[in-house]
């Protein structure tokens, strides 16, 4: 049986002013249109933080301080497993522009849960709300 590939990623939860920035993915990306926490694959030597402030600026164009760890999630997509390194981040330097994303918005944390959310990603979304108080 031929194995899965199992991508390594790190995703930010940028927070600026008490609202958090979510991201959906671009029509042609995989879980096209779904929203998601900002980053991407980890490269080889590199940590999930460098990842993170590398695809940060690549992405959007913003510079980030990464902040506390949320604990990692795996999930088994059809054709693919994912393990999620989320990060608590601050947003230090710049505007979200889009590069490859289809929309960015910020959000307060009780207005996250109505966003169509990777499957992936709600397990980050419920750690990230107990982490602050708003789960
Ligand atoms: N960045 C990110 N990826 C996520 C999240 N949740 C989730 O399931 N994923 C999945 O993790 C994988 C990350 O791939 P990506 O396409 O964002 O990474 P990348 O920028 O390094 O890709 P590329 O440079 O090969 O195009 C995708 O399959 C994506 O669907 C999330 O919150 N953030």
């Given at each position: 049986m031929p194995t899965r590939p199992h991508l390594q990623v790190s995703c930010a939860l940028i927070e600026q002013d008490g609202r958090v920035l979510a991201a959906q993915r671009g029509p042609?990306?995989?879980?096209?249109?779904k929203w998601e926490f900002p980053g991407g694959k980890i490269h080889a030597g590199e940590t999930p933080q460098d990842c993170l402030r590398r695809e940060l600026m690549e992405e959007l164009g913003v510079q980030i301080a990464v902040g506390k760890a949320l604990p990692s999630v795996w999930h088994d997509y059809p054709g693919f497993r994912v393990t999620l390194y989320p990060f608590i981040c601050l947003l230090t330097a710049g505007t979200p522009v889009l590069h490859e994303h289809a929309a960015v918005r910020w959000l307060w944390p009780h207005e996250l849960a109505q966003l169509d959310w990777a499957d992936a990603d709600w397990p980050v979304l419920d750690a990230y709300l107990a982490e602050r108080g708003s789960g």
């Open positions: 042609t990306m995989s879980l096209p249109l």
